[in-house]
Nanobody, 111 residues
């Protein structure tokens, strides 16, 4: 059974940076588009960024120019580098592989 595990969340001040990681176990990682989503309290889950097997990337409008998604197929891992973080980036961040979701990792941006 496929397992998706996120890590790297935490508390950071506005303007700071954080890197999230997501590892996929028992899946054909290199064949699928990987995506990061986030969900803030009281809001719908939204797409943050995605990356295709060939490395094509797509970003949500609110994070363009601040976040970077990348993947390492040898490690079955996708990363989300977040910079210039804002209070409104506070959310639970989820990794998606095919139809499988991770458990989420909390990112809190606060002074």
């Amino acid at each position: 059974q496929v397992q998706v595990v996120e890590s790297g969340g935490g508390l950071v001040q506005p303007g700071g940076s954080l890197r999230l990681s997501c590892v996929v176990f028992r899946g054909i990682f290199s064949a699928y588009t990987m995506a990061w989503y986030r969900q803030a309290p009281g809001k719908q889950r939204e797409l943050v960024a995605s990356i295709s097997p060939g490395g094509n990337t797509n970003y949500g409008d609110s994070v363009k120019g601040r976040f970077t998604i990348s993947r390492d197929n040898a490690k079955n891992t996708v990363y989300l580098q977040m910079s210039s973080l804002k209070i409104e980036d506070t959310a639970v961040y989820y990794c998606k592989y095919a139809a499988a979701w991770g458990q989420g990792t909390q990112v809190t941006v606060s002074s």
